[in-house]
């Protein structure tokens, strides 16, 4: 199970359970599509894990859907007329790519990139809902040093999750966005330049803001940098000056994309 997560073959790492009846071990698993359990479609390290059981000489797994109908939800990226990279501490499972105009779902194991980047991309969503998370619990140092993680575009997390926009980005062909976070920021931000490149953003239209952040595509954004393929949400806390300059341009600021 934790081959297929990695891989984005399944909704959620956690949410799942399983059950001996007999000599029979159920487990039930939430997925992104009916073929997602196909074996055809894994990567080398499921298919490691189910020639063990096979070796065993234990009967071969077997599926069965029992509920849902994920029509409308998850998208192929081929029908996507952009995507961009975004997840949050709401979020529970790996997705993190989702297409431009709805926001709907990408799913990751149908992604053309290898799959050690797809194992890669799901570590890199948990570790961007934590921080969130812990963010949102916490005052003081702490809220400061993981606001900055998921600001700032030369904290690690984000230069880690620049890489795989890119990736992403080359392999669909596909215009790839990457979400920074912007919280804490001035009163009038309508003319903001880009924090990763510098150069002004495109504004999304007030009456054009399709809400929450992340679920009504490109459009929930309040600004996007079409150079380096940025997004970003307008600050909700103005009253924070010590926290506005992270996520702020800085002609100093210019990342460097570091490889593996
Ligand atoms: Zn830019």
């Not at 926009?165 to 596909?174: F, Q």
């Not at 309040?222 to 997004?231: I, Y």
Request: one cysteine or more; hydrophobic letters at 35%; aromatic letters at 8%.
């Amino acid at each position: 199970m934790n081959a297929l997560w990695h891989d984005g073959h399944l909704l959620s790492q956690v949410n799942w359970c399983r059950e001996v009846s007999g000599r029979t071990l159920h487990a039930l698993v939430s997925v992104p599509s009916h073929s997602a359990l196909d074996e055809a479609r894994m990567g080398p390290w499921p298919k490691r894990e189910f020639a063990k059981i096979r070796a065993l000489g234990v009967a071969p797994p077997r599926k069965r859907l029992i509920a849902g109908d994920e029509k409308g939800f998850l998208l192929n990226w081929k029908r996507a007329p952009a995507l961009y990279v975004y997840t949050d501490s709401l979020e529970s499972h790996p997705y993190v790519v989702r297409s431009a105009s709805r926001g709907t779902v990408v799913p990751t194991f149908l992604l053309p990139i290898p799959h050690e980047s797809k194992q890669y991309l799901s570590t890199w969503a948990s570790n961007v809902q934590e921080i969130d998370s812990i963010w949102l619990t916490s005052s003081d140092a702490l809220e400061v040093a993981t606001y900055r993680e998921l600001a700032d575009p030369k904290s690690s997390l984000n230069v880690i999750g620049e890489e795989h926009r890119a990736e992403i980005e080359a392999a669909t062909g596909k215009p790839t966005y990457l979400h920074l976070y912007r919280y804490f920021g001035a009163k009038d931000e309508k003319a903001r330049e880009c924090p990763r490149c510098g150069r002004r953003m495109r504004r999304t239209p007030q009456a054009k803001r399709l809400l929450p952040p992340g679920d009504g595509g490109l459009l929930s954004f309040g600004a996007r940098c079409e150079s380096c393929r940025t997004v970003t949400s307008d600050p909700v806390d103005d009253e924070r000056p010590d926290l506005a300059s992270i996520g702020r341009w800085h002609p100093t600021s210019k990342t460097r994309v570091r490889r593996k």
